[in-house]
Protein backbone atom coordinates (compact mmCIF):
# COMPACT_ATOMS: atom_id res chain seq x y z
CA UNK A 1 0.00 0.00 0.00
CA UNK A 2 1.50 3.23 -1.35
CA UNK A 3 1.28 6.71 0.06
CA UNK A 4 -0.73 7.85 -3.03
CA UNK A 5 -3.29 5.08 -2.64
CA UNK A 6 -6.73 6.46 -2.61
CA UNK A 7 -9.09 7.33 0.39
CA UNK A 8 -12.22 8.67 0.63
CA UNK A 9 -10.83 11.90 2.89
CA UNK A 10 -8.66 13.54 5.03
CA UNK A 11 -10.55 12.03 8.07
CA UNK A 12 -10.03 8.16 6.79
CA UNK A 13 -6.54 8.71 5.91
CA UNK A 14 -5.86 9.83 9.42
CA UNK A 15 -7.46 7.02 11.00
CA UNK A 16 -5.60 4.50 8.99
CA UNK A 17 -2.28 6.26 10.13
CA UNK A 18 -2.79 5.43 13.61
CA UNK A 19 -4.49 2.03 13.75
CA UNK A 20 -1.89 0.36 11.13
CA UNK A 21 1.51 2.27 12.20
CA UNK A 22 3.65 -0.35 11.03
CA UNK A 23 2.08 -0.30 7.30
CA UNK A 24 3.27 2.23 5.14
CA UNK A 25 0.91 4.85 5.63
CA UNK A 26 -1.64 6.01 2.70
CA UNK A 27 -3.15 9.86 1.78
CA UNK A 28 -5.14 11.17 -0.55
CA UNK A 29 -3.88 12.63 -3.56
CA UNK A 30 -5.30 13.39 -7.24
CA UNK A 31 -2.21 13.10 -9.67
CA UNK A 32 -3.38 15.73 -12.18
CA UNK A 33 -2.55 16.16 -15.86
CA UNK A 34 0.83 17.27 -16.04
CA UNK A 35 0.06 19.75 -18.77
CA UNK A 36 2.98 22.14 -20.65
CA UNK A 37 2.47 25.36 -21.67
CA UNK A 38 4.37 28.54 -22.68
CA UNK A 39 5.93 29.85 -19.64
CA UNK A 40 7.66 33.68 -19.17
CA UNK A 41 9.59 35.94 -16.62
CA UNK A 42 6.27 37.04 -15.47
CA UNK A 43 5.25 33.45 -14.86
CA UNK A 44 8.81 32.73 -12.87
CA UNK A 45 8.29 35.17 -10.92
CA UNK A 46 4.76 34.55 -9.48
CA UNK A 47 5.85 31.30 -9.41
CA UNK A 48 8.84 32.88 -6.94
CA UNK A 49 6.30 34.89 -4.87
CA UNK A 50 3.93 32.27 -4.09
CA UNK A 51 6.80 29.94 -3.10
CA UNK A 52 8.73 32.50 -0.86
CA UNK A 53 4.98 33.32 1.44
CA UNK A 54 5.58 33.56 5.10
CA UNK A 55 1.92 31.97 5.88
CA UNK A 56 0.79 29.46 2.94
CA UNK A 57 3.68 28.70 0.30
CA UNK A 58 3.11 26.83 -2.34
CA UNK A 59 5.59 25.77 -4.75
CA UNK A 60 3.67 23.71 -7.33
CA UNK A 61 3.80 26.50 -10.24
CA UNK A 62 7.34 27.13 -9.46
CA UNK A 63 8.06 22.94 -9.86
CA UNK A 64 5.91 23.01 -12.74
CA UNK A 65 8.24 25.75 -14.45
CA UNK A 66 11.52 23.45 -13.06
CA UNK A 67 10.12 20.57 -15.44
CA UNK A 68 9.34 22.66 -18.16
CA UNK A 69 13.11 24.31 -18.25
CA UNK A 70 14.42 20.83 -17.64
CA UNK A 71 13.51 20.37 -20.85
CA UNK A 72 16.72 22.37 -22.14
CA UNK A 73 19.62 20.19 -23.22
CA UNK A 74 22.36 22.01 -22.06
CA UNK A 75 20.74 22.47 -18.60
CA UNK A 76 19.68 18.88 -18.33
CA UNK A 77 23.53 17.73 -19.23
CA UNK A 78 25.02 20.35 -17.46
CA UNK A 79 22.62 18.39 -14.14
CA UNK A 80 23.87 14.93 -15.31
CA UNK A 81 27.28 15.93 -15.05
CA UNK A 82 27.46 17.21 -11.71
CA UNK A 83 25.25 14.05 -10.48
CA UNK A 84 26.75 11.67 -12.16
CA UNK A 85 30.90 12.55 -10.64
CA UNK A 86 29.30 11.85 -7.44
CA UNK A 87 27.36 8.96 -8.53
CA UNK A 88 29.76 7.09 -10.02
CA UNK A 89 32.47 8.05 -7.27
CA UNK A 90 33.86 5.16 -5.13
CA UNK A 91 32.47 4.61 -1.94
CA UNK A 92 33.16 2.40 1.48
CA UNK A 93 31.44 1.63 4.54
CA UNK A 94 33.70 2.26 7.93
CA UNK A 95 33.76 0.41 11.19
CA UNK A 96 34.20 1.97 14.56
CA UNK A 97 38.15 1.32 13.66
CA UNK A 98 37.94 3.11 10.57
CA UNK A 99 38.12 -0.33 8.66
CA UNK A 100 35.80 -0.61 5.00
CA UNK A 101 33.44 -3.40 5.12
CA UNK A 102 33.06 -5.00 1.61
CA UNK A 103 29.86 -6.66 2.16
CA UNK A 104 28.15 -4.37 3.51
CA UNK A 105 29.75 -1.57 0.91
CA UNK A 106 28.07 -3.98 -1.33
CA UNK A 107 24.75 -4.03 -0.41
CA UNK A 108 24.43 -0.05 -0.58
CA UNK A 109 25.59 -0.21 -4.10
CA UNK A 110 22.14 -1.88 -5.03
CA UNK A 111 19.96 0.34 -7.68
CA UNK A 112 17.39 1.14 -4.69
CA UNK A 113 20.53 2.87 -2.51
CA UNK A 114 21.58 4.52 -5.53
CA UNK A 115 18.28 5.66 -6.08
CA UNK A 116 18.19 7.64 -2.87
CA UNK A 117 21.13 9.11 -3.18
CA UNK A 118 19.85 10.20 -6.42
CA UNK A 119 17.07 12.06 -5.39
CA UNK A 120 19.06 13.95 -2.74
CA UNK A 121 21.28 15.09 -5.03
CA UNK A 122 18.32 16.38 -6.71
CA UNK A 123 17.32 18.10 -4.03
CA UNK A 124 20.33 20.51 -4.59
CA UNK A 125 19.00 21.32 -7.79
CA UNK A 126 14.63 21.00 -6.97
CA UNK A 127 15.17 22.50 -3.50
CA UNK A 128 13.42 19.49 -1.16
CA UNK A 129 13.41 15.53 -2.12
CA UNK A 130 10.62 12.92 -0.38
CA UNK A 131 11.62 9.60 -0.96
CA UNK A 132 9.08 6.72 0.06
CA UNK A 133 10.13 3.45 0.52
CA UNK A 134 7.79 1.44 -1.85
CA UNK A 135 9.08 -2.24 -1.48
CA UNK A 136 10.52 -3.75 1.00
CA UNK A 137 12.30 -7.51 1.13
CA UNK A 138 13.83 -9.33 4.03
CA UNK A 139 16.67 -7.29 4.84
CA UNK A 140 16.55 -5.10 1.89
CA UNK A 141 15.26 -2.00 0.39
CA UNK A 142 14.01 -2.94 -2.79
CA UNK A 143 12.29 -0.64 -4.55
CA UNK A 144 11.92 3.25 -3.60
CA UNK A 145 9.78 6.47 -5.68
CA UNK A 146 9.92 10.38 -5.24
CA UNK A 147 6.95 11.69 -4.25
CA UNK A 148 5.65 14.33 -6.73
CA UNK A 149 7.05 17.60 -5.52
CA UNK A 150 4.02 19.58 -6.58
CA UNK A 151 1.96 17.89 -3.86
CA UNK A 152 4.83 18.49 -1.27
CA UNK A 153 4.81 21.92 1.14
CA UNK A 154 8.13 21.25 3.08
CA UNK A 155 7.95 24.40 4.86
CA UNK A 156 5.32 23.15 6.57
CA UNK A 157 5.47 19.29 6.03
CA UNK A 158 2.39 18.72 4.28
CA UNK A 159 0.92 16.49 2.07
CA UNK A 160 -1.60 18.09 -0.49
CA UNK A 161 -4.49 15.83 -2.06
CA UNK A 162 -4.31 18.66 -4.43
CA UNK A 163 -1.15 20.81 -5.48
CA UNK A 164 -3.62 24.07 -4.67
CA UNK A 165 -5.02 22.78 -1.81
CA UNK A 166 -5.18 25.06 1.42
CA UNK A 167 -5.00 21.88 3.72
CA UNK A 168 -3.36 18.90 3.64
CA UNK A 169 -1.29 15.80 5.93
CA UNK A 170 1.28 16.33 8.08
CA UNK A 171 3.75 13.55 6.74
CA UNK A 172 6.19 14.43 10.05
CA UNK A 173 3.92 13.69 13.13
CA UNK A 174 3.79 10.16 12.49
CA UNK A 175 6.47 8.84 14.60
CA UNK A 176 6.30 5.38 12.09
CA UNK A 177 5.97 7.16 9.08
CA UNK A 178 9.21 8.13 9.20
CA UNK A 179 10.70 4.56 8.80
CA UNK A 180 8.82 4.87 5.54
CA UNK A 181 10.00 7.78 3.58
CA UNK A 182 12.87 10.04 3.66
CA UNK A 183 13.12 13.62 3.55
CA UNK A 184 16.49 15.81 2.24
CA UNK A 185 17.72 17.81 5.12
CA UNK A 186 16.84 21.56 3.88
CA UNK A 187 13.30 22.57 3.87
CA UNK A 188 13.20 26.14 2.87
CA UNK A 189 15.63 26.14 -0.10
CA UNK A 190 14.25 26.83 -3.75
CA UNK A 191 17.43 24.90 -5.32
CA UNK A 192 19.41 25.92 -8.29
CA UNK A 193 16.99 25.85 -10.60
CA UNK A 194 15.24 28.99 -9.41
CA UNK A 195 18.23 30.96 -10.93
CA UNK A 196 18.69 29.06 -13.41
CA UNK A 197 14.66 29.83 -14.92
CA UNK A 198 15.17 32.96 -16.35
CA UNK A 199 18.59 31.92 -18.54
CA UNK A 200 16.57 28.54 -19.80
CA UNK A 201 13.31 31.20 -20.80
CA UNK A 202 16.06 34.14 -22.46
CA UNK A 203 17.50 31.01 -24.42
CA UNK A 204 13.90 29.84 -25.92
CA UNK A 205 13.17 33.50 -26.72
CA UNK A 206 16.79 33.86 -28.53
CA UNK A 207 16.13 30.47 -30.25
CA UNK A 208 11.93 31.32 -31.50
CA UNK A 209 13.28 34.69 -32.57
CA UNK A 210 16.43 33.56 -34.18
CA UNK A 211 14.24 31.08 -36.31
CA UNK A 212 11.72 33.66 -37.48
CA UNK A 213 14.81 36.04 -38.74
CA UNK A 214 15.98 32.61 -40.60
CA UNK A 215 12.60 32.03 -42.08
CA UNK A 216 12.01 35.75 -43.14
CA UNK A 217 16.04 36.21 -44.03
CA UNK A 218 17.48 32.49 -44.63
CA UNK A 219 15.67 31.86 -48.30
CA UNK A 220 15.52 33.62 -51.40
CA UNK A 221 12.75 35.55 -51.69
CA UNK A 222 10.32 35.11 -55.41
CA UNK A 223 9.01 37.77 -57.19
CA UNK A 224 6.80 37.75 -60.16
CA UNK A 225 6.22 41.11 -61.83
CA UNK A 226 3.31 42.00 -63.67
CA UNK A 227 1.26 44.44 -65.67
CA UNK A 228 -1.99 42.27 -66.25
CA UNK A 229 -5.23 43.16 -64.46
CA UNK A 230 -7.11 40.23 -65.89
CA UNK A 231 -7.94 38.15 -62.63
CA UNK A 232 -7.75 34.86 -64.15
CA UNK A 233 -4.17 35.41 -65.71
CA UNK A 234 -3.07 37.02 -62.21
CA UNK A 235 -4.59 33.56 -60.37
CA UNK A 236 -2.82 31.77 -62.77
CA UNK A 237 0.78 33.12 -62.10
CA UNK A 238 -0.64 33.23 -57.84
CA UNK A 239 -0.80 29.37 -58.34
CA UNK A 240 2.45 29.11 -60.64
CA UNK A 241 4.90 30.57 -58.17
CA UNK A 242 2.75 28.72 -55.38
CA UNK A 243 3.59 25.37 -57.03
CA UNK A 244 7.22 25.86 -57.40
CA UNK A 245 7.98 25.26 -54.00
CA UNK A 246 6.91 26.98 -50.15
CA UNK A 247 9.61 29.25 -49.77
CA UNK A 248 8.38 33.24 -50.04
CA UNK A 249 6.96 34.73 -52.96
CA UNK A 250 4.88 37.61 -53.85
CA UNK A 251 2.89 38.33 -57.23
CA UNK A 252 2.92 42.24 -57.57
CA UNK A 253 2.69 45.04 -60.30
CA UNK A 254 5.72 45.93 -62.40
CA UNK A 255 5.82 49.13 -60.81
CA UNK A 256 5.76 48.25 -57.15
CA UNK A 257 8.11 47.12 -55.15
CA UNK A 258 9.03 44.74 -51.75
CA UNK A 259 11.92 46.36 -49.66
CA UNK A 260 13.24 44.38 -46.12
CA UNK A 261 15.21 46.79 -44.17
CA UNK A 262 17.64 44.48 -42.27
CA UNK A 263 19.68 45.22 -39.02
CA UNK A 264 23.40 45.76 -39.33
CA UNK A 265 24.17 42.45 -37.84
CA UNK A 266 22.15 40.08 -40.58
CA UNK A 267 23.66 36.75 -39.61
CA UNK A 268 21.98 36.46 -36.14
CA UNK A 269 24.65 36.71 -34.39
CA UNK A 270 23.28 38.22 -31.51
CA UNK A 271 20.91 35.40 -31.01
CA UNK A 272 23.96 32.96 -30.81
CA UNK A 273 25.91 35.61 -28.64
CA UNK A 274 22.86 35.53 -26.38
CA UNK A 275 22.11 31.93 -26.35
CA UNK A 276 26.16 31.63 -26.04
CA UNK A 277 25.52 34.23 -22.83
CA UNK A 278 22.80 31.52 -21.23
CA UNK A 279 24.29 28.55 -21.72
CA UNK A 280 27.57 29.98 -20.31
CA UNK A 281 25.87 31.14 -16.98
CA UNK A 282 23.99 27.92 -16.82
CA UNK A 283 27.22 26.22 -16.45
CA UNK A 284 28.74 28.63 -14.19
CA UNK A 285 25.75 28.21 -11.73
CA UNK A 286 25.67 24.37 -11.94
CA UNK A 287 29.18 23.39 -12.30
CA UNK A 288 30.99 26.77 -11.34
CA UNK A 289 33.18 26.98 -14.62
CA UNK A 290 32.68 26.78 -18.54
CA UNK A 291 34.96 23.59 -18.98
CA UNK A 292 35.73 22.74 -22.24
CA UNK A 293 32.66 24.52 -24.60
CA UNK A 294 34.55 27.84 -25.69
CA UNK A 295 36.57 26.78 -28.64
CA UNK A 296 38.05 30.48 -29.67
CA UNK A 297 38.72 31.60 -26.20
CA UNK A 298 39.86 28.94 -24.05
CA UNK A 299 43.38 28.28 -22.73
CA UNK A 300 45.32 25.52 -20.55
CA UNK A 301 45.11 27.47 -17.87
CA UNK A 302 41.34 28.81 -18.09
CA UNK A 303 40.23 24.81 -18.33
CA UNK A 304 42.60 24.06 -15.09
CA UNK A 305 41.26 26.84 -13.29
CA UNK A 306 37.46 25.50 -14.43
CA UNK A 307 38.34 21.82 -13.62
CA UNK A 308 39.45 22.80 -10.20
CA UNK A 309 36.20 24.87 -9.15
CA UNK A 310 33.99 21.93 -10.95
CA UNK A 311 35.83 19.12 -8.57
CA UNK A 312 35.30 21.65 -5.19
CA UNK A 313 31.80 21.46 -6.00
CA UNK A 314 32.08 17.67 -6.40
CA UNK A 315 33.56 17.11 -3.23
CA UNK A 316 30.73 19.44 -1.52
CA UNK A 317 28.23 17.48 -3.19
CA UNK A 318 30.21 14.70 -1.59
CA UNK A 319 30.44 15.66 1.58
CA UNK A 320 26.62 16.31 1.39
CA UNK A 321 25.44 13.42 0.70
CA UNK A 322 27.85 11.64 3.19
CA UNK A 323 26.03 13.38 6.21
CA UNK A 324 22.46 12.53 4.43
CA UNK A 325 23.43 9.18 4.16
CA UNK A 326 24.63 9.13 8.17
CA UNK A 327 22.39 10.81 9.38
CA UNK A 328 19.03 10.43 7.71
CA UNK A 329 19.49 7.17 5.31
CA UNK A 330 21.49 5.23 7.67
CA UNK A 331 19.08 5.47 11.07
CA UNK A 332 15.90 3.90 8.46
CA UNK A 333 18.09 1.06 6.91
CA UNK A 334 18.92 -0.05 10.30
CA UNK A 335 15.02 -0.53 11.02
CA UNK A 336 14.52 -2.50 7.87
CA UNK A 337 17.34 -5.09 8.44
CA UNK A 338 20.78 -3.24 7.25
CA UNK A 339 23.47 -3.85 9.50
CA UNK A 340 24.76 -0.49 10.07
CA UNK A 341 24.77 -0.26 13.68
CA UNK A 342 28.56 1.79 14.21
CA UNK A 343 29.37 1.66 10.60
CA UNK A 344 30.02 5.24 8.34
CA UNK A 345 29.20 5.93 4.33
CA UNK A 346 32.15 7.67 3.05
CA UNK A 347 33.67 8.28 -0.21
CA UNK A 348 37.03 7.38 -1.39
CA UNK A 349 39.74 9.83 -1.18
CA UNK A 350 40.65 11.68 -4.72
CA UNK A 351 44.15 11.10 -4.91
CA UNK A 352 46.68 13.15 -7.58
CA UNK A 353 47.86 10.58 -9.29
CA UNK A 354 50.85 13.14 -11.17
CA UNK A 355 51.57 14.60 -7.35
CA UNK A 356 51.95 11.07 -6.25
CA UNK A 357 53.78 9.67 -8.96
CA UNK A 358 56.40 12.48 -8.56
CA UNK A 359 56.50 11.47 -4.74
CA UNK A 360 57.01 8.44 -4.98
CA UNK A 361 59.82 9.11 -7.68
CA UNK A 362 61.48 11.01 -5.52
CA UNK A 363 61.30 8.95 -2.27
CA UNK A 364 62.88 6.22 -4.54
CA UNK A 365 66.13 8.16 -4.37
CA UNK A 366 66.47 7.90 -0.50
CA UNK A 367 64.50 4.83 0.08
CA UNK A 368 63.16 1.38 -0.52
CA UNK A 369 59.49 1.43 -1.11
CA UNK A 370 57.13 -2.06 -1.44
CA UNK A 371 57.11 -3.40 -4.80
CA UNK A 372 53.57 -4.64 -4.17
CA UNK A 373 52.85 -0.88 -3.73
CA UNK A 374 53.86 0.35 -6.38
CA UNK A 375 51.84 -2.50 -8.74
CA UNK A 376 48.32 -1.95 -7.18
CA UNK A 377 49.05 2.06 -6.87
CA UNK A 378 50.23 2.33 -10.82
CA UNK A 379 49.20 -0.51 -12.44
CA UNK A 380 53.37 -1.19 -13.19
CA UNK A 381 54.58 -4.58 -13.41
CA UNK A 382 57.45 -3.39 -10.95
CA UNK A 383 60.57 -6.05 -10.40
CA UNK A 384 63.31 -5.74 -7.86
CA UNK A 385 66.06 -2.56 -8.40
CA UNK A 386 69.46 -3.58 -9.83
CA UNK A 387 72.29 -3.00 -7.75
CA UNK A 388 73.48 0.49 -8.70
CA UNK A 389 70.64 1.10 -11.05
CA UNK A 390 70.68 4.84 -11.64
CA UNK A 391 66.89 6.58 -11.35
CA UNK A 392 67.75 8.44 -14.70
CA UNK A 393 68.51 4.84 -16.04
CA UNK A 394 64.71 4.21 -18.86
CA UNK A 395 64.95 0.45 -17.51
CA UNK A 396 64.57 1.27 -13.64
CA UNK A 397 61.22 -0.43 -13.97
CA UNK A 398 60.74 -3.55 -16.25
Not at 141 to 157: A, C, D, T, Y
Request: glycine share 4%.
Amino acid sequence: MGIFDFLKSKKEAEVQLRNQPKALPSTVVIQNIKARAQKDIKDWRNALNMAEKSDNPRRYMLIDIYREIMLDTHLSAQIDLRKNRVLGASFQVYDNNNKPNTDITWMLKQPAIQDIISYMLDALFYGHSLIQIDEVIPNQINKVSLVPRQHIVPELGLLLKNPNDSNGINYRIYKDFQNYIIESPNNTDLGLLAKVVPYVLYKRFAFAAWSEFAELFGNPIRVAKTNVRDTTMTNRLYNMMKDMGSLFFAVIDKDEDINFIETTRSNGEVFQSLIELCNNEISKLINGAVVGENNTEGSRAKEQVGYTISQDITNADKHYIEQCMNKIVFPILIYHGYPLQNYTFAYDEQIDMDKLWNNTYQALQYYNIDTEWIKERFGIPVLERLQNQSLSDSRFFD
